[in-house]
């Protein structure tokens, strides 16, 4: 999936001391209503001494004393308030395809999660599976003891209900379940599917999108006549939920924070080695939305927040030595990409795109723009992804690049401006743009570079499949896995009947044949596999509908009391922080 982050620069400033913040939640009638007053950290130390760490402390409302008995003071919350740079978009599990993967998988539960860093399924609802006849079945053991928010009882009905809906909708990721033939309800608490093809189930059955099970009691709270009613998508974004997951949904408010709230009930809680979760977990987790990295590293220095999401990178080493707060660094599957408008001329020409792609200084451009965080990319699937190469890298070489313009009849360069667009706010893009800009000038290539919204350039892009003389040359592009597959990255951008996220506009039927194939035997010959997938990686090579530029590095800042970050960032779920793994210390 793909959304653009949306970044801005500026000068970092150090504020106060920070001490984490725990806060304490106001309980009416059963229903969240308020957080009491936060406390601030003290003044800055002076520059002569050494700084301070304060303990977290707590508050609590003030109640005045009864005559005849003494109150009984709320049971105090613990409150973590992480700064996220982009709005949420829509709540519905089936359906939701973009930002909101930052809280779904804490609302909501699949039948599994992957680790994809040691390679390995955790059970989620499903507490066990098999896989039979090759592959073409697999069978999955519902938990007894999980329910959901509502209090009934997640069973194989309401595992096989979700999953139908997602199918049937058919929008978002719901392309994931093709593989899926049929889903019987062997029982109460087992479910089966059978597969058209032997297909890595437990991958689609993990995914960060799509894969999610609620309950159908949504039909009646909705006053629906069945799942696919569209008042059913209606009350999920309406801001209400229907998960199992370790916390509730109790504020919707998408442009500005979602607050979730610590589930009791979850069965995630009674295990004592469960991998997905903390004894010190916070009470509520709320997610403000805060558009700009500067903003976000003044407000986590300040104690305003506990955790940022996104920090100038040019700060990084800087808040690494500070001793107020903590930095985390991370793999990620995510990458940046540079989409070609194949079907418009002078583009549409491959040694055009060569050349370009021979004229990027790709070393350059992770040192600047990501101050050196970050990796050249080789490919399209990111390192450290099953599926990845490390020889389909372009070399920078402009001498290269000019004679393969002058073989393209482009002897003095092209004549005519290329748009390049990328998502205003970005910083880390714009630096790219502007590099890609002044290397291509080398080579006689002029390029304007045009800052637009995501929504904006995204639409331009997707218009480009009617009237490809109207989009834009070239598109920074983010792209993200929703299962952890090269599928993910090589249906969704390159296969021709992807129109949402194909926005180069490749269309070969032989590429579309050769990753299906690859796609069909992960399940039963991944060695076979992936001989298919990178040839299909050399056709993208040699035919240079895109470039990737680099792979990031997922960094995190977090003040000092707040533990386990490390462990609750996965690049299976990018943006996700597994709040219920996080430790709240003090």
């Known amino acids: 999936m793909s959304y653009s982050m949306l970044y801005s620069s500026g000068i970092s400033k150090t504020a106060a001391v920070i001490i984490a913040i725990i806060v304490v939640i106001a309980v009416i009638a059963g229903i969240y209503v308020a957080i009491t007053s936060v406390p601030k950290p003290p003044a800055s130390p002076s520059p002569t001494t050494s700084p301070t760490t304060s303990t977290p402390t707590t508050t609590s409302p003030v109640t005045s004393p009864s005559p005849s008995l003494t109150p009984t003071k709320p049971k105090e919350k613990t409150v973590i308030i992480y700064a996220s740079l982009s709005e949420m978009t829509t709540a519905d599990p089936s359906t939701e395809f973009s930002n909101s993967v930052i809280w779904l998988p804490l609302v909501y539960e699949p039948l599994l999660w992957y680790d994809p860093l040691e390679d390995k399924f955790i059970p989620a609802l499903a507490e066990s599976w098999e896989v039979k006849e090759n592959g073409k079945v697999w069978i ?179 808040l690494k030595k500070d001793p107020r707060v903590h930095v985390v660094m991370k793999p990620s599957f995510q990458n940046l990409l540079l989409l070609f408008n194949t079907k418009k001329p002078p583009l549409d020409n491959p040694l055009v795109r060569k050349a370009i792609a021979h004229a990027i200084p790709y070393d350059e451009i992770v040192k600047v723009a990501r101050a050196g965080i970050g990796r050249v990319a080789s490919g399209p699937i990111p390192h450290g992804m099953w599926g990845h190469f490390d020889n389909l890298t372009y070399k920078y070489d402009l001498e290269l690049a000019k004679k393969l313009l002058a073989e393209a009849g482009y002897p003095n360069g092209i004549p005519r401006t290329l748009i390049l667009t990328y998502t205003a706010g970005d910083i880390y893009e714009k630096r790219t743009a502007e590099l890609i800009k002044a290397s291509l000038a080398k080579i006689g290539i002029k390029v304007e570079i045009r800052p637009m919204s995501w929504e904006e350039q995204w639409a331009l892009a997707q218009s480009g499949w009617e009237n490809p003389e109207a989009a834009q040359d070239l598109f920074i592009f983010y792209w993200w896995p929703d299962v952890v597959s ?21 269309e070969d039927s032989e590429f579309d044949k050769i990753i299906m194939e690859a796609y069909k035997l992960e399940g039963t010959n991944k060695k076979k596999a992936l001989e298919l997938y990178y040839k299909a990686q050399k056709m993208l090579y040699d035919d240079v509908p895109a470039v990737a530029l680099w792979d990031m590095v997922d960094v995190r800042v977090a003040v000092k009391g707040i533990s386990n970050l490390d462990k609750a960032i996965n690049p299976a779920y990018p943006t996700t922080i597994f709040a219920q793994v996080l430790s709240v210390e003090g």
């Open 140 to 318: 999955f053991h519902i938990r007894e003891d999980a329910k959901f928010h509502d209090g009934t009882p997640v069973t194989a009905e309401a595992v096989a209900a979700s999953i139908n809906r997602t199918i049937t909708l058919g929008q978002g990721a719901a392309y994931i379940w093709e593989p899926v033939k049929k889903i019987e309800v062997v029982d109460k608490y087992t479910v089966k599917f059978i597969l058209k093809y032997p297909a890595p189930l437990n991958k689609i059955a993990s995914s960060c999108y799509a894969a999610y099970i609620f309950s159908p009691k949504v039909v009646e709270y909705a006053g629906a006549k069945n799942l696919t009613d569209p008042k059913v998508a209606e009350w999920f974004n309406a801001g209400q939920d229907a998960g199992s997951g370790p916390y509730r949904l109790v504020k919707w408010d998408p442009e500005n924070e979602v607050i979730l709230e610590k589930w009791p009930e979850w069965w995630g809680w009674k295990l004592p080695d469960y991998p997905m979760k903390s004894d010190k977990a916070p009470d509520v987790f709320i997610i403000k939305i805060v558009k700009d990295a500067v903003t976000q590293e003044r407000l986590v220095l300040s104690g305003d927040i506990h955790i940022a999401e996104y920090v100038p990178l040019d700060d990084v080493e800087m």
């Open 486 to 506: 090269p599928i993910t990255y090589l249906y969704n951008m390159f296969h021709s009947e992807s129109k949402a996220f194909n926005l180069c506009y490749y």
